[in-house]
């Protein structure tokens, strides 16, 4: 691999033989399915003007700005970033902020799977994807965590329960009706075996967010609100611990012990035929890698605060609910590198990559960002529990059920694909004619910050 000696930038002649061809099979099957889905919105670099820069510095320079700015099919998107810093300072409709900071969040969220990736040429598949499992849904957590900031939880609840209802049914669904269309002459066929996996957990996940909503319809008329609110909170503290350690276990599970059954596997014959193949040698350095990738954090923390901040008010300009807006428009823009990259590799018959990111993302949100979101908002003394009110985890119960019996047999076409897409349109139309106001106080409304001298589990 490449010297990390020159941790700026890593030259065209080392490229050509950063990776011996022993190590090439171990690198390639160790990649995810999203690195892999991402990868597919990634163009080669053209670097022999720059090669002819004399100073060997801004050599580096220029080759780390066209492989991390300009090595991306969205790199347009990117002009969306200081025209929404540029409206902020100038105080323009906040509306049009929320509309630029939502639209720059796309391409940040591609290159930091590309980062992930690069650092993980120099720490082995293994931590690579350990940094993937941590950092794929970067942009999630950090709304979330900046939601809870402003004391706006409905935003959280609604933005975490839109990106696993968008993995599971438009992601997923637009991939197989694609892929469908593009092989309709042939039959599709995937492993079984890692969907399973994930379903048994977005389950279990389910299951966590099923109890504390069913705790306020079994009490009976002698349970007080407040008390009804203090178990639902008590024991929504207690599932989030018991879904990060089973997030853990999943980690163990796919890394480690049962990593053939998740890695993104590739014919032989045109592995490096493959025009949206995965580099196999990187092309930047490890502390330039890791310095973009924490300046890229930085930055999506940036807008998601224009985001957070000025969503009520794209709200009341557009005409749209905050539910509708975080539930549908935040997970589509915000997701749409590794969207676009899903479709592509369905396009291409390998349904296995499309399933993974999907799937994986889904689980990811379910177990790692949601539990999360609920520890942080407890060490911030805000009350945030599991009940995702009742409108809102049927249709995640009803989501995760139809996509289970999707892909029940291993095999898909394109009306399964159109099916799913259907589903999500009909939820999506749902949450756009839902206008009934969440009353303050409730589970997906803004919630008090806890007083001083609870108990551990304790709402109060």
Not at 283 to 296: K, N, T
């Amino acid at each position: 691999m490449g010297s990390i000696a020159e941790p700026w930038g890593i030259s065209e002649s080392e490229n050509a033989n950063a990776t011996p061809k022993g190590l090439s099979r171990e690198l390639r099957h160790g990649k995810t399915a999203h690195n892999m889905s991402s990868s597919s919105l990634r163009k080669k670099s053209d670097l022999r003007l720059i090669q002819k820069v004399p100073c060997k510095t801004l050599k580096n320079v220029l080759s780390n700005l066209q492989e991390v700015i300009l090595g991306t099919k969205l790199t347009v998107l990117f002009l969306a970033i200081p025209l929404a810093v540029i409206a902020n300072s100038y105080h323009y409709g906040r509306p049009l902020i929320f509309g630029l900071s939502l639209t720059g969040l796309a391409p940040l969220a591609e290159r930091v799977s590309f980062l992930t990736e690069q650092l993980a040429f120099y720490t082995g598949p293994t931590v690579g994807g350990l940094l993937n499992a941590t950092c794929g849904n970067a942009t999630e957590l950090i709304i979330a965590i900046l939601a809870l900031a402003h004391n706006k939880v409905s935003v959280v609840k609604y933005s975490l329960l839109g990106s696993v209802l968008s993995n599971l049914l438009l992601v997923l669904g637009s991939s197989l009706f694609c892929g469908g269309i593009a092989n309709i002459s042939r039959e599709q066929r995937f492993d079984r075996k890692q969907a399973d996996v994930n379903f048994f957990l977005l389950l279990m996940g389910l299951l966590c967010h099923l109890l504390p909503l069913l705790l306020k319809y079994a009490a009976t008329g002698e349970a007080s609100t407040s008390l009804i609110n203090k178990m639902s909170l008590s024991l929504s503290r207690t599932s989030s611990i018991v879904m990060l350690i089973a997030y853990i276990a999943y980690l163990i599970f796919q890394l480690w012990t049962h990593r053939q059954l998740f890695e993104a596997q590739e014919d032989e014959d045109d592995a490096y035929d493959d025009e949206v193949t995965v580099e196999e040698a990187p092309v930047i350095g490890f502390w330039s890698g890791f310095a973009w990738l924490a300046g890229m954090t930085l930055v999506i923390a940036l807008l998601s605060e224009y985001v957070v901040s000025t969503i009520e008010d794209a709200s009341d300009s557009w005409g749209l609910s905050v539910s509708f807006i975080s539930i549908i428009l935040l997970p589509i823009v915000g997701n749409a590198a590794e969207h676009a990259g899903a479709i592509i590799f369905a396009f291409k018959n390998k349904l296995d990559i499309s399933l993974g990111v999907a799937l994986g993302s889904a689980t990811q949100i379910s177990l790692f960002v949601v539990p999360l979101s609920v520890i942080v908002a407890w060490i911030m003394g805000i009350k945030m529990d599991l009940n995702f009110n009742i409108l809102e985890t049927s249709c995640l119960a009803l989501a995760i059920i139809i996509t289970a019996f999707t892909l029940q047999d291993g095999t898909s076409h394109y009306m399964k694909g159109l099916v799913l897409m259907l589903c999500y349109v009909i939820i999506a139309a749902c949450f756009f004619v839902d206008q009934i106001p969440q009353p303050k106080g409730t589970s997906l409304g803004m919630q008090p910050k806890n007083s001083a001298g609870g108990g551990f589990f304790s709402s109060a």
